[in-house]
């Protein structure tokens, strides 16, 4: 089992950029394959990127493709989120995700109901 938590979310104006990490607890991190999801209000939650468990392979959503980056440090139990070029439709509650028992593969790294393990969320507010 892992928990996570996630942190670095803010207020940041349009073509700003953001940190986003997600410590985990436990001591099997890199046997996790992990990704961001976000949600707006109002709207349902979507993928934002996935990493596999050893760091490579990162995959993107379309809308965030060349300004997000997400990373990992298997020694740090962390996974990042470096947001750039942030823009007020990437306003959203930012979520960190889990998966302990699937293969990573692209088909399947973009859906909720793979992820076993969830963050809280951290807020991101890109104001116009």
């Known amino acids: 089992q892992v928990q996570l938590v996630e942190s670095g979310g803010g207020l940041v104006q349009t073509g700003g950029s953001l940190r986003l990490s997600c410590a985990a607890s436990?001591?099997?991190?890199?046997?996790?394959?992990m990704a961001w999801f976000r949600q707006a209000p109002g709207k349902e939650r979507e993928f934002v990127a996935s990493i596999s468990r050893s760091g490579g392979s990162p995959y993107y959503a379309e809308s965030v493709k060349g300004r997000f980056t997400i990373s990992r440090d298997n020694a740090k139990n962390t996974v990042y989120l470096q947001a750039n070029s942030l823009k007020p439709e990437d306003t959203a509650v930012y979520y960190c995700?889990?998966?302990?028992?699937?293969?990573?593969?692209?088909?399947?790294?973009?859906?909720?109901?793979?992820?076993?393990?969830w963050g809280q969320g951290t807020q991101v507010t890109v104001s116009s």
């Open positions: 436990g001591r099997t991190f890199s046997s996790y394959v």
């Open positions: 995700a889990a998966d302990g028992s699937s293969p990573y593969l692209v088909v399947t790294a973009t859906r909720i109901s793979v992820y076993d393990y």
